[in-house]
């Protein structure tokens, strides 16, 4: 029935990028999952059903159904039936993934956004996938006032992604994103 449909270009799947590139954040709504490099593709299955792939910032993370409960329910409105949800670990998400447009709105938001690029970390990209331990990394600056005069206050902040900083100038407590 769809074999028709297969031989020309797919534009469905550009519509649904599309419509899936507006769906933000649970955590963190001035961002999309696109923005943060959660959304990883939209593809046609070998079933001809439309799939999504989603890959979690880390291991257990509790958006996680959120997001995919918010994409499905993206694609219903749109018109996109059926459709399926494929949640991809490997490759790892990684903070790398996160768009440049992204963390300038993680900042205007008041989190710093992760510095650094944590594939030049000496640790092998393989055990990344879940790392509470504290690694060593650049003080993030205040996403309030600029300064790089900042201490970190708590290891997790207002999720486990984060860690809670604080400014020495301004005296404002923000999140950081932590890079991993
Ligand atoms: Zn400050």
């Not at 593709?41 to 959120?66: F, H, K, N, W």
């Amino acid at each position: 029935m769809t074999a028709t449909l297969a031989a020309r270009p797919d534009t469905t799947l550009d519509h649904a990028w599309a419509v899936l590139e507006a769906v933000p954040d649970p955590e963190i709504p001035v961002v999309s999952i696109r923005e943060l490099g959660i959304l990883r593709d939209v593809r046609r299955a070998a079933d001809g059903v439309l799939e999504v792939v989603i890959t979690p910032t880390y291991s257990g993370c509790p958006a996680m159904s959120q997001i995919a409960e918010d994409v499905g329910l993206a694609l219903d409105a749109a018109g996109f039936t059926p459709h399926r949800i494929a949640t991809v670990l490997a490759p790892a998400w990684t903070t790398d993934w996160i768009t440049v447009e992204a963390r300038e709105k993680l900042r205007a938001y008041g989190i710093a956004p992760p510095t650094g690029n944590c594939t030049s970390d000496a640790g092998a990209p393989v055990e990344k996938v879940v790392r509470f331990m504290p690694r060593p990394m650049a003080a993030p600056t205040c996403p309030r006032c600029g300064s790089a005069h900042t201490e970190r206050l708590a290891q997790f902040g207002s999720t486990a992604c984060k860690a809670l900083y604080r400014c020495i100038d301004c005296r404002e407590p923000f999140d950081y994103f932590k890079p991993y």
